[in-house]
């Protein structure tokens, strides 16, 4: 079946704009995670959702950050009044349940750069 | 806090020879998830193992081996006979719930 997809694959914005990435997750997935990756580093988890509502909110980095799930599915990141901070790749996965003995399923990413 | 340590930043083998990956880990959970997961130069991580704190036997799946030993707190990967196809990022990475923490990575580059 398909896998996770994300939409853009690449982002440019300017400093100071609004964006939003998009993560369809694999069908029947309940779980649904966005990470960061900044170049050379791995991965950093950013929130979590279950369903419809962010259980774990906690890596968002600051109040311009903010996600939606609204019917469980699809998930909408955004990030208001973008910083040059924000270039990173954006990550999405999805997993069956929730727990470690669910393994998290990854997308392509989108490449986000802030001039 | 838990924490993934990938002390090998790069690797360069040449086709065939074999590469080991080490993988160090901290948690104070005594129920925890490890993961390795490969990233090409496409970008997309793909995931290639996942073993539970209470499972200690090492585990093959083609040329790839895990070996998971607790008393040192490490999960090292080896992959046998390395081919071009190898080459990229991988990333070990811990839970104990739902929140992976990774690695920085280790890229590996195989040369014909």
């Known amino acids: 079946g398909a896998g996770v997809s994300q939409t853009p694959s690449n982002k440019v914005t300017e400093k100071g704009k609004y964006v939003e990435l998009r993560c369809d997750p694999i069908?029947?997935?309940?779980?649904l995670y966005w990470y960061r990756q900044s170049l050379g580093q791995g991965p950093e988890f950013l929130i979590y959702f279950q369903g419809t509502g962010a259980a774990d909110d906690s890596g968002l980095p600051n109040d311009r950050f903010f996600a939606v799930r609204p019917e469980g599915s699809v998930s909408t990141l955004k990030i208001q009044r973008t910083e040059r901070g924000d270039s990173a790749v954006y990550l999405c996965a999805s997993s069956l349940g929730r727990g470690g003995r669910e393994t998290q399923y990854f997308g392509p990413g989108t490449r986000l750069l802030v001039l | 806090a838990q924490k993934v340590t990938q002390a090998q930043t790069e690797i360069s083998v040449v086709e065939k020879e074999d590469v080991t990956l080490d993988c160090v880990y901290e948690t104070r959970d005594t129920t925890y998830y490890l993961f390795w997961y490969k990233q090409p130069p496409s970008g997309e991580l793909v995931f290639l193992i996942r073993r539970n704190s209470f499972d200690e036997q090492n585990e093959i799946s083609g040329r790839y081996s895990w070996n998971f030993q607790k008393s040192t707190s490490s999960f090292n990967f080896t992959i046998t006979a390395s081919q071009v196809v190898d080459s990229a990022v991988y990333f070990c990475a811990l839970t104990d719930d739902y929140k992976l923490s990774f690695g920085a990575g280790t890229t590996v580059t195989v040369r014909a």
């Open positions: 069908s029947g997935h309940t779980a």
